[in-house]
């Protein structure tokens, strides 16, 4: 499928909203309980569905340069020329303070390593190629602001990876210009090895670095199920997930 083609099939796709994220969706909800254990604060509804406050993580060394607050970089496509399989997320964004409904005007911000290893915006990053300096650059980075039903959405290539870290993807929530979350995502293990031995990807090979034993998610079983995103699709057409946010505000 040609990437145009795979963009306008995610379009439709989002346009659905609740249909592809089940996580939080609330028919006829007139109450909720809401329970905490340590850090991670829960709410059920009257029909039986539950999200948690997302878990927080480390921002990591290779966030906007320049500073947060200056990113231009409102736009829904970021792959800016970089090559890979595709992958459109949908994130949706609640408050578990409010019934698990959903937050519009959020601003999602999201950043990844790009099919090697590197990230952009950053000189003197060792890895595959060599080091390499890609300052100036703003590849697979950029922010959007949830809809009117909750739903950020982006179009990217599947990260590659570098030594250390699981394969994985960064993002913070910001309400009213507040910083509300900071984290990151990961994927099925048998994906990203086949992504990675995929024509694009083969030079560097399968990622050694294991979920479960990687210094973010490997801290608590709990939190990695809760930041693994699902996919659907295949290298050919690329693929498809949705993630949901809940943040307590």
């Given at each position: 499928m040609?990437?145009?083609n795979?963009?306008?099939?995610f379009a439709i796709m989002?346009?659905?909203?609740?249909?592809?994220i089940?996580?939080?969706?609330?028919d006829?909800?007139t109450?909720?309980t809401?329970?905490?254990t340590?850090?991670?604060?829960?709410?059920?509804?009257?029909?039986?569905?539950?999200c948690?406050v997302s878990?927080t993580?480390?921002e990591?060394p290779f966030p906007y340069?320049?500073?947060?607050?200056n990113?231009p970089?409102?736009r829904?496509d970021?792959?800016?020329?970089q090559?890979g399989v595709?992958?459109a997320?949908?994130?949706?964004v609640?408050?578990?303070n409010?019934?698990?409904?959903?937050?519009?005007n959020a601003?999602?911000?999201?950043?990844?390593c790009n099919?090697d290893g590197?990230?952009?915006?950053?000189a003197?990053?060792?890895?595959?190629?060599?080091?390499?300096t890609?300052v100036?650059k703003t590849?697979?980075?950029?922010?959007q602001?949830s809809?009117?039903?909750?739903l950020?959405n982006?179009s990217?290539i599947?990260?590659?990876?570098?030594?250390?870290r699981?394969?994985?993807i960064?993002f913070e929530?910001?309400?009213?210009?507040?910083l509300?979350?900071?984290?990151?995502?990961t994927?099925?293990?048998?994906?990203?090895?086949?992504?990675h031995?995929s024509?694009?990807?083969?030079a560097?090979g399968?990622n050694?670095?294991r979920n479960?034993s990687?210094?973010?998610?490997?801290d608590?079983?709990t939190?990695l199920?809760n930041e693994?995103?699902?996919l659907?699709?295949n290298?050919?057409?690329?693929?498809t997930?949705?993630?949901t946010?809940?943040?307590?505000?």
């Amino acid at each position: 499928m040609e990437r145009k083609n795979f963009l306008k099939t995610f379009a439709i796709m989002a346009a659905a909203g609740p249909l592809i994220i089940d996580g939080c969706k609330k028919d006829g909800v007139t109450k909720s309980t809401t329970s905490t254990t340590g850090t991670t604060t829960s709410t059920t509804s009257t029909n039986g569905s539950t999200c948690i406050v997302s878990p927080t993580e480390t921002e990591g060394p290779f966030p906007y340069p320049g500073g947060k607050a200056n990113n231009p970089l409102k736009r829904t496509d970021v792959t800016d020329s970089q090559t890979g399989v595709p992958l459109a997320i949908t994130f949706l964004v609640v408050n578990v303070n409010d019934n698990c409904n959903v937050v519009t005007n959020a601003r999602v911000d999201i950043w990844h390593c790009n099919k090697d290893g590197y990230y952009s915006g950053y000189a003197n990053q060792p890895g595959i190629l060599g080091t390499q300096t890609y300052v100036g650059k703003t590849w697979l980075r950029g922010y959007q602001v949830s809809d009117a039903t909750g739903l950020a959405n982006f179009s990217t290539i599947y990260p590659g990876w570098y030594t250390g870290r699981a394969t994985h993807i960064h993002f913070e929530v910001y309400v009213n210009n507040v910083l509300k979350k900071t984290s990151q995502l990961t994927f099925s293990e048998t994906i990203s090895d086949a992504v990675h031995q995929s024509s694009l990807y083969a030079a560097h090979g399968i990622n050694t670095t294991r979920n479960a034993s990687d210094s973010v998610f490997g801290d608590s079983a709990t939190d990695l199920a809760n930041e693994t995103m699902s996919l659907a699709g295949n290298i050919a057409d690329g693929y498809t997930g949705s993630f949901t946010i809940g943040i307590a505000i």
